[in-house]
């Protein structure tokens, strides 16, 4: 009976085995009493690692090492004592290692060799959905866990089923306060719950939701009872078939904060702007304006909304375009511009710099014009003032100087026009001015009585310090105040200039549109400038006198020549007078003038050398005695060439006016053009009046016969134009003079 029954057991485990062989997903494991492997399915030995033989071994060596603290270690006494058992394990299979579930179950009654059997099922593709789900939930509760954004799911009936840490931050509820709670009674204000129910009831009836994958402005209730804002943004899922839905909340109140803040501080920006002194504003990258403020714009009578929107060069005209779109487009390269730009009366100094954005990001460019009128006003007249300086140091002509002070004082604040004059026996005469209108200006062509203008006129010469000449003065409309009125000026400061003596030599006369009186400052920069004017009068004066002094200096000593052969009596003083007309006529400029002045003074110096016998022999030199008379333009010339006061002009008039046209004249026998131009002006003018005058060799001729030799020597001895210009304006002024009698003796040659 024995026999038959372990027979029969093992005909069922080998049917067992056969069943098992055609199952590619599982497999069977024959177990003795020792849990070693007493046979195997083909299909399952194929699949486990071929370094050993399977029969024999004990069961562990077929299990994963890591896995084999699996394997409890009352697992025979279970099987001995008729239990089952399970295990989920990973086998040594070829490759990578295979996760199996065995099922462990007794055979009763034990046979030898055959203990128990272990069902082997391959549940990988399990396992690799479980680690992925458990992947997915990792990842999930980490986005939780660092999520700075509310992130809350409940299911179909409203209660709280997940609730991350950024929600008890955000709502103050912990996550053991809220599961499975009601969240409309949690963070939902009362007013909106009753909606809140309506929209997930529809969304479950219809799947209509209004809410659902938007952005939407909501107020949440805290822990603590107060309300705030909140950005909402719910989906709703199905998982296994149940309703659930999850929503990110992000806390707004920080956000609304920040934009009240920034509506505050541009508020206080705007306001500001408005108060500053000056005048600011922002373009764009297409340097278009688009924003203008600050307290100049009412002054300047701008209206910022029409200047908004439009390029910057038509912000402040008058400045040049290349300038104001040069410095804008330094600011969007990242850099800072400068530029001045003048707006009616005004000077401004504008600073632009980029307008950068959050990124730091250049965006547009942003200006602030401060308005430097007073400190360019003081630079312009100190670069003035120093001009005038520099013109009385190099003792400059006094009507350039005196200009120069007139355009100092129209600096000024509020000065239009400035008058400058010297007064005479009482009479006011003009010596500069600037910006007078034509009206009023020809009314100065001569002297002018004080009395004639105005009656602060009339006390400006009497020694106040200061009278204003104003329209509304009662006195008469003389053509001067006419003028005044007729020129849109409405007022005249007069300021005396006085000299070192306190007398007031001088007067300026400062025109405006306003009937107003000076400040102490403006007051304090016209003495600066009388005192300069003052200066400039007594220096000119200084300067007149020695000019005078070597004047008659240089007279007398052509003079003196005179005195030792009286024949030639009244020469100097006719060869200047004829010279000068002659230098007019030609209009030679007023340096010339002088040179030709001072040259006909001197002209003759070098005769001081020559003995009486040859100067005063009454009748013609012989050769020896030319050679000494010819020698008298070089002594003069190494007389005077060490006197710095004599121009070279000058000097070259006494050495050369004795040269011919022709070359045949003397000391070194020049010709044409190459005789300097003022010795040839000179040589007409001697030689005419040596024909008009009486001389120890020779008697006077008349004007008519001189003028007449002059042309027979002009091409020969003198310069055929200049003679042609003498003849011509002799005879303008001497038509009709009768003829005197002919000359007994016509010189060859002037001494």
């Known amino acids: 009976m024995t026999d038959s029954i372990t027979e029969a057991a093992r005909a069922v485990a080998l049917g067992l085995l056969t069943h098992f062989q ?61 239990q089952d058992a399970h295990l989920e394990v990973r086998l040594n299979t070829r490759g990578v290692p295979v996760w199996c579930e065995l099922d462990f179950l007794p055979v009763t009654p034990p046979q030898p060799g055959v203990w128990a059997l272990a069902i082997v099922r391959d549940i990988s593709p399990r396992k690799a959905t479980e680690q992925h789900a458990r992947t997915l939930e990792a990842r999930r509760d980490a986005l939780m866990e660092v999520a700075l954004d509310a992130i809350i799911s409940i299911d179909r009936h409203g209660r709280v089923v997940a609730w991350n840490p950024a929600a008890t931050r955000i709502f103050g509820y912990s996550l053991k306060e809220v599961l499975g709670q009601q969240l409309s009674s949690l963070i939902i204000p009362h007013a909106d719950r009753d909606a809140h129910q309506r929209g997930m009831a529809r969304h479950q009836q219809t799947g209509e939701t209004r809410v659902a994958g938007r952005r939407v402005q909501v107020n949440a209730l805290h822990k603590d009872g107060h309300s705030f804002p909140v950005e909402l943004m719910m989906k709703p899922v199905q998982i296994d078939g149940q309703q659930y839905y999850t929503a990110f909340i992000h806390d707004l109140t920080e956000h609304f904060e920040a934009q009240r803040k920034l509506r505050e501080q541009a508020l206080h920006l705007n306001l500001m702007h408005e108060q500053l002194p000056t005048l600011s504003w922002t373009t764009d990258p297409d340097l278009n304006v688009r924003m203008v403020s600050g307290q100049t714009l009412q002054r300047l009578r701008l209206d910022p909304r029409r200047l908004v929107g439009r390029h910057v060069t038509a912000l402040l005209e008058g400045g040049r375009e290349q300038d104001v779109v040069g410095a804008h487009l330094s600011a969007l390269a990242g850099q ?318 006494v050495l050369h006016h004795h040269e011919h046209w022709n070359g045949g004249g003397y000391p070194h026998g020049l010709s044409g053009e190459a005789i300097p131009l003022l010795a040839r002006v000179f040589a007409v003018v ?62 060859d040659e002037e001494r």
């Open 22 to 82: 055609r199952q590619a997903d599982q497999g069977l494991i024959v177990l003795d009493e020792h849990l070693h492997v007493s046979d195997v399915t083909e299909s399952l030995e194929s699949r486990l690692s071929p370094e050993t033989e399977v029969r024999g071994q004990p069961l562990l060596t077929l299990i994963h090492p890591d896995d084999q603290m699996a394997v409890p270690d009352d697992l025979l006494i279970r099987l001995h004592s008729g």
């Open 336 to 653: 800072r511009g400068r530029y001045t730009q003048r707006l009616h009366d005004r000077v401004f100094e504008i600073h632009v710099s980029p307008l950068h954005d959050t990124l730091d990001r250049v965006i547009g460019t942003v200006a602030l014009a401060h308005d430097v009128t007073d400190s360019h006003r003081e630079q312009l007249m100190e670069t003035a003032r120093a001009q005038v300086l520099r013109s009385i140091a190099v003792g400059a002509p006094l009507p350039d100087t005196l200009r120069l002070l007139a355009e100092l004082l129209t600096q000024l604040p509020g000065v239009i026009a400035a008058q400058l004059f010297t007064v005479h026996a009482g009479l006011l005469r003009i010596e500069a001015s600037v910006g007078l209108p034509d009206d009023l200006l020809q009314l100065f062509t001569a002297d002018v009585p004080p009395h004639a203008l105005h009656p602060a006129w009339v006390d400006a010469l009497a020694g106040q310090d200061l009278t204003v000449a104003t329209l509304e003065h009662p006195s008469a409309w003389t053509p001067w105040r006419v003028a005044l009125a007729a020129s849109g000026l409405r007022s005249c400061w007069l300021f005396p200039v006085p000299d070192r003596q306190g007398e007031a030599p001088g007067l300026v006369a400062l025109y405006r549109a306003v009937p107003d009186a000076p400040t102490e400052r403006l007051s304090a920069a016209v003495a600066q400038a009388g005192q300069l004017m003052t200066v400039a009068l007594e220096q000119d004066h200084h300067l007149q006198t020695i000019l005078t002094t070597r004047e008659e200096t240089l007279r007398t000593l052509g003079v003196a020549l005179e005195f030792r052969d009286y024949e030639t009596k009244g020469h100097t003083d006719r060869v200047v007078r004829l010279s000068l007309d002659l230098a007019r006529r030609l209009g030679l400029s007023e340096q010339q003038q002088d040179d030709l002045r001072r040259g006909a003074y001197l002209h003759d110096l070098g005769k001081i050398a020559i003995p009486d016998q040859i100067l005063l022999k009454p009748g013609p030199l012989s050769p020896d005695e030319w050679a000494v008379m010819r020698q008298h333009p070089v002594t003069g010339y190494e007389m005077l060439r060490h006197t710095p006061a004599l121009g070279e002009a000058c000097l070259q008039i």
């Open 686 to 747: 001697d030689a005419f009046d040596a024909l008009t005058s009486a001389r120890p060799y020779k008697q006077p001729w008349p004007e008519d016969r001189a003028l007449a030799e002059l042309r027979s020597m002009a091409g020969r001895v003198l310069d055929p134009t200049l003679v042609d210009t003498f003849i011509g304006m002799r005879e303008e002024t001497h038509a009709g003079t009768p003829d005197a009698a002919a000359p007994t003796t016509a010189p």
